[in-house]
């Protein structure tokens, strides 16, 4: 998953996704259903065209005989760590039995209900209305509905690996497209379990749909809302990114793939999820009107995310568990070097200049050098404790420590191998070896990946860099590169991050421990003004707070419910880090040699594990 902020223009809050796995054990029967003959499970959606607040969900389990059962729903969504409560969003929840008579239904958990059945079917009806999500904005209103899954269906206990279908009641004038297959009118689809069913997205309503070809593999952009932009150049952006990535794994693995794209007119943020095959994301109006070249970042993240999470995934990511939080040290791999992924996409197919990574890589290091517990935590402890630790955290990101230690393995791969073994090789090697075995990887899994590909001991790295918390080696790594590299700091008078939305500046997010939160700011709170100055966009908040002396009070005036508040804050300060990298005027012939190898994704020679190359030509971009 990618969340992008508005501020500083770039990238710079994300959250962790994880991965969805179709294959899922046998797991035990519930009690309840006919042995031998498996329960038919058939869903039927219909919105609320009244005031397009929920939708009317109905669930047909046929084939049970009388016991109880257990439906629930997930408390995360795959993808995003973090435990929900989707089961708030349903009401009038009620079932009933093939005669139409109640049966009864007793609530069990906060994500669970028991139904009595006395055989048969086993209908359960419920109204839910789904979630919000601030990066893809409202799943349901007068214009669409977004169905994605988790907050929306129920699953049946002990049945979460039987074939679904599910039809949908379009209101008047609707479209319907869907990543799943339709079976009969366009509106009634199939998923091979409960899993790939949350795992492919639906969305109906008013939208506009273009096809692209990878060979003959369809690839569709669905968009909704805004549409001042030049559409002919987003698909072909599209395409070059799409065909550089399927380049380097030498494969299309899927038969159809769908971009739901989400534009939201004068939003200057977004965000991603991926899916399986499609990724649903959410793009600001305002920055694709300038130009379509803003969603390639988020584009190449989502796509590369079909292999790196989906298909290349963590053991423990896999079937899910949707009761409880499920934990991995690695989504430094799955996430950040997903991240890495993009740049280099992009100037590997030649829609970024070799200036704009270089920049985008200064200032990832920049954001982690500025992160306070950058020399106290490490990555794989910032995986490890997500669901407690949460996305608003400013310290350790494993996107961005993740997406430096993919860029230093890279070039340290190629330099100890004589530029012949390189990241790609990696990711194609896991590909091979995990995702087309259809099993995860465990712990420990990347460095010996790593090791058998280049001969190499690379434990010093693993330990220091990935397992510890030292500083990471920048210049000696990217020297080998022919890149010189500097990095220095300053101190600015800052109260943490603080993120404030629309015209009257709701406050959605308030660093934890920051100085900010200690004031008691919170999340839904509207600002107003700083000592009696009217705030008006994050960056006059931010030049605001920097012209304060540290150590000094600041009187913050909010807006909580009917109130008007005064918050003293007491200003702290944060690091505020440059960075420069740039190719050295005078490089040896290897450290060149290598430069442009990696920026065009070259190795040289042969290498020695037998995985074909993807065979991705060098864009020509590669130009110093
Ligand atoms: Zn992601």
Redesign the pocket.
């Given at each position: 998953?990618?969340i992008m902020d508005a501020m500083k223009s770039r990238t710079i809050l994300?959250l962790?996704?994880g991965a969805l796995c179709l294959t899922v054990g046998a797991g035990s029967r519930a009690e309840g259903l006919e042995r031998g003959r498996p329960p038919s499970i058939r869903y039927t959606v219909e919105v609320d065209e009244q005031e397009f607040a929920f939708l009317r969900v109905s669930m047909d389990v046929e084939n049970v005989t009388a016991g109880p059962l257990t439906f629930r729903l997930p408390r995360w969504a795959p993808g995003a760590y973090r435990i929900r409560d989707y089961a708030e969003n349903v009401r009038q929840l009620h079932a009933v039995a093939q005669d139409g008579s109640p049966l009864a239904v007793q609530r069990v958990a906060e994500d669970g209900w028991q139904v009595r059945a006395r055989g048969e079917l086993v209908r359960v009806e419920y109204e839910v209305e789904p979630a919000y999500e601030t990066w893809r904005g409202r799943a349901l209103d007068s214009t669409h509905a977004l169905i994605e899954g988790p907050d929306v269906f129920l699953y049946l206990e002990g049945h979460k690996e039987d074939p679904v279908q599910v039809s949908y009641h379009l209101p008047d004038g609707w479209r319907i497209t869907s990543a799943l297959d339709a079976v009969r009118d366009s509106t009634v689809y199939v998923a091979d379990n409960y899993d790939a069913l949350i795992d492919a997205p639906t969305e109906m309503g008013l939208f506009r749909r273009y096809r692209v070809y990878l060979g003959e593999k369809p690839v569709d952009l669905v968009f909704r809302g805004a549409d001042g932009f030049a559409a002919d150049s987003f698909a072909v952006m599209v395409k070059k990114i799409c065909a550089y990535e399927t380049g380097l794994f030498g494969e299309t693995p899927f038969d159809k793939y769908v971009f739901f794209y989400n534009v939201f007119p004068g939003r200057r943020s977004g965000g991603g999820l991926?899916h399986r095959n499609s990724t649903v994301i959410g793009l600001a109006g305002t920055r694709l009107a300038q130009s379509v070249l803003s969603a390639a970042e988020v584009t190449a993240?989502?796509f590369f995310?079909l292999w790196n999470?989906k298909r290349i995934r963590p053991a423990v990511l896999g079937p899910f568990d949707y009761t409880r939080e499920v934990r991995t040290r690695d989504l430094w791999f799955s996430?950040g070097v997903?991240s890495y992924y993009e740049g280099l996409t992009l100037v590997r197919s030649g829609l970024w200049t070799v200036q704009r990574l270089l920049r985008e890589l200064a200032f990832q290091v920049e954001r982690h050098q500025e992160a306070a517990d950058r020399r106290s935590v490490s990555v794989e402890q910032v995986s490890w404790n997500i669901w407690e630790r949460g996305y608003g955290h400013a310290g350790v990101s494993y996107y961005v420590k993740g997406l430096l230690l993919g860029w230093l393995l890279d070039l340290q791969m190629r330099h100890v191998t004589d530029n012949r073994v390189s990241l790609d090789d990696l990711m194609r090697f896991m590909n091979e070896h995990y995702a087309r075995q259809n099993k995860g990887f465990r712990h420990g899994d990347i460095q010996r990946a790593v090791e058998e590909l280049t001969g190499r001991d690379f434990s010093d790295f693993f330990r220091r860099y990935v397992a510890g918390t030292e500083d990471l080696p920048y210049r000696e790594v990217l020297g080998y590169a022919g890149l010189d590299f500097f990095l220095s700091s300053r101190w600015l008078p800052d109260i943490g991050r603080v993120f404030f939305l629309g015209p009257r500046h709701r406050v959605v997010l308030v660093q934890r421990g920051s100085a900010a939160e200690q004031a008691g700011l919170q999340a839904g709170d509207y600002l107003l003004a700083i000592e009696g100055e009217r705030i008006t966009t994050l960056a006059e908040f931010k030049r605001m707070i920097e012209e304060r002396k540290v150590g000094s009070t600041i009187k913050l005036r909010v807006r909580r419910g009917d109130e008007e508040l005064v918050l003293p804050v007491t200003v702290a300060q944060r690091e505020d880090a440059q960075c420069v990298i740039e190719p050295k005027a005078d490089p040896t012939e290897t450290e060149h040699a290598l430069l442009v190898d990696w920026l065009t994704g070259r190795v040289r020679g042969p290498s020695s594990h037998g995985i074909p190359h993807g065979g991705n030509k060098p864009s020509g971009s590669g130009k110093l």
């Amino acid at each position: 998953m990618q969340i992008m902020d508005a501020m500083k223009s770039r990238t710079i809050l994300y959250l962790s996704l994880g991965a969805l796995c179709l294959t899922v054990g046998a797991g035990s029967r519930a009690e309840g259903l006919e042995r031998g003959r498996p329960p038919s499970i058939r869903y039927t959606v219909e919105v609320d065209e009244q005031e397009f607040a929920f939708l009317r969900v109905s669930m047909d389990v046929e084939n049970v005989t009388a016991g109880p059962l257990t439906f629930r729903l997930p408390r995360w969504a795959p993808g995003a760590y973090r435990i929900r409560d989707y089961a708030e969003n349903v009401r009038q929840l009620h079932a009933v039995a093939q005669d139409g008579s109640p049966l009864a239904v007793q609530r069990v958990a906060e994500d669970g209900w028991q139904v009595r059945a006395r055989g048969e079917l086993v209908r359960v009806e419920y109204e839910v209305e789904p979630a919000y999500e601030t990066w893809r904005g409202r799943a349901l209103d007068s214009t669409h509905a977004l169905i994605e899954g988790p907050d929306v269906f129920l699953y049946l206990e002990g049945h979460k690996e039987d074939p679904v279908q599910v039809s949908y009641h379009l209101p008047d004038g609707w479209r319907i497209t869907s990543a799943l297959d339709a079976v009969r009118d366009s509106t009634v689809y199939v998923a091979d379990n409960y899993d790939a069913l949350i795992d492919a997205p639906t969305e109906m309503g008013l939208f506009r749909r273009y096809r692209v070809y990878l060979g003959e593999k369809p690839v569709d952009l669905v968009f909704r809302g805004a549409d001042g932009f030049a559409a002919d150049s987003f698909a072909v952006m599209v395409k070059k990114i799409c065909a550089y990535e399927t380049g380097l794994f030498g494969e299309t693995p899927f038969d159809k793939y769908v971009f739901f794209y989400n534009v939201f007119p004068g939003r200057r943020s977004g965000g991603g999820l991926e899916h399986r095959n499609s990724t649903v994301i959410g793009l600001a109006g305002t920055r694709l009107a300038q130009s379509v070249l803003s969603a390639a970042e988020v584009t190449a993240h989502e796509f590369f995310h079909l292999w790196n999470v989906k298909r290349i995934r963590p053991a423990v990511l896999g079937p899910f568990d949707y009761t409880r939080e499920v934990r991995t040290r690695d989504l430094w791999f799955s996430e950040g070097v997903t991240s890495y992924y993009e740049g280099l996409t992009l100037v590997r197919s030649g829609l970024w200049t070799v200036q704009r990574l270089l920049r985008e890589l200064a200032f990832q290091v920049e954001r982690h050098q500025e992160a306070a517990d950058r020399r106290s935590v490490s990555v794989e402890q910032v995986s490890w404790n997500i669901w407690e630790r949460g996305y608003g955290h400013a310290g350790v990101s494993y996107y961005v420590k993740g997406l430096l230690l993919g860029w230093l393995l890279d070039l340290q791969m190629r330099h100890v191998t004589d530029n012949r073994v390189s990241l790609d090789d990696l990711m194609r090697f896991m590909n091979e070896h995990y995702a087309r075995q259809n099993k995860g990887f465990r712990h420990g899994d990347i460095q010996r990946a790593v090791e058998e590909l280049t001969g190499r001991d690379f434990s010093d790295f693993f330990r220091r860099y990935v397992a510890g918390t030292e500083d990471l080696p920048y210049r000696e790594v990217l020297g080998y590169a022919g890149l010189d590299f500097f990095l220095s700091s300053r101190w600015l008078p800052d109260i943490g991050r603080v993120f404030f939305l629309g015209p009257r500046h709701r406050v959605v997010l308030v660093q934890r421990g920051s100085a900010a939160e200690q004031a008691g700011l919170q999340a839904g709170d509207y600002l107003l003004a700083i000592e009696g100055e009217r705030i008006t966009t994050l960056a006059e908040f931010k030049r605001m707070i920097e012209e304060r002396k540290v150590g000094s009070t600041i009187k913050l005036r909010v807006r909580r419910g009917d109130e008007e508040l005064v918050l003293p804050v007491t200003v702290a300060q944060r690091e505020d880090a440059q960075c420069v990298i740039e190719p050295k005027a005078d490089p040896t012939e290897t450290e060149h040699a290598l430069l442009v190898d990696w920026l065009t994704g070259r190795v040289r020679g042969p290498s020695s594990h037998g995985i074909p190359h993807g065979g991705n030509k060098p864009s020509g971009s590669g130009k110093l």
